[in-house]
């Protein structure tokens, strides 16, 4: 590495990055909670991603919710909505359908089962909840809860931008 290379090199040591910092906290922090919640409804059999869809099926009463859109309800991603949901059907906790006017969508509800378990699954989440966050006052809660609302609202970016100063070093370097 030559003295021009010294001075466009990143530096990493001894300077704290609070982006960085902040994702790493907020990492923790989400897989502390989900351990927490993982622990708390071990004894149902339900796990935390099962307990998400059955709370985005809350709202959707008798008429029930494409498949497809539960996802918006979840907080991690799971590629497999299929299996998640027939291992749900098999505990006869919801109740899926192919939609009259469009075949290609299923719709998914609760049954009378599932919408009592989820009245129970509630009343642990919300008691671990208080739990977990019991030394935060409450304008604070609704606080962090706006500003990760903020955070989750955002674009996702799928690529870093290119900048002209990042192409004319790899040119250089490529000589």
């Excluded at 021009?4 to 897989?31: E, I, K, M, N």
């Excluded at 129970?120 to 990760?148: C, G, M, P, Y």
């Amino acid at each position: 590495m030559d003295v021009d290379d010294r001075r466009t090199a990143p530096r990493t040591r001894g300077r704290r990055d609070s982006l960085t910092d902040l994702f790493v906290a907020v990492q923790r922090t989400a897989d502390r909670l989900m351990q927490g919640l993982e622990d708390a409804l071990r004894k149902s059999g339900v796990t935390p991603v099962q307990y998400m869809v059955l709370r985005s099926l809350r709202q959707a009463g008798s008429a029930g919710m494409p498949s497809n859109q539960i996802v918006r309800g979840m907080t991690t991603h799971d590629p497999d909505m299929t299996r998640l949901l027939d291992k749900l059907e098999e505990r006869e906790v919801i109740e899926r359908w192919r939609d009259k006017e469009d075949r290609r969508i299923y719709r998914v509800k609760l049954t009378r089962q599932g919408a009592r378990l989820l009245r129970e699954l509630s009343d642990i989440a919300r008691e671990l909840h208080r739990k977990q966050f019991n030394t935060i006052d409450k304008r604070k809660v609704v606080a962090l809860t706006r500003l990760l609302e903020t955070v989750n609202e955002a674009p996702i970016p799928t690529k870093r931008p290119v900048r002209a100063n990042d192409t004319r070093r790899r040119e250089e370097r490529e000589e």
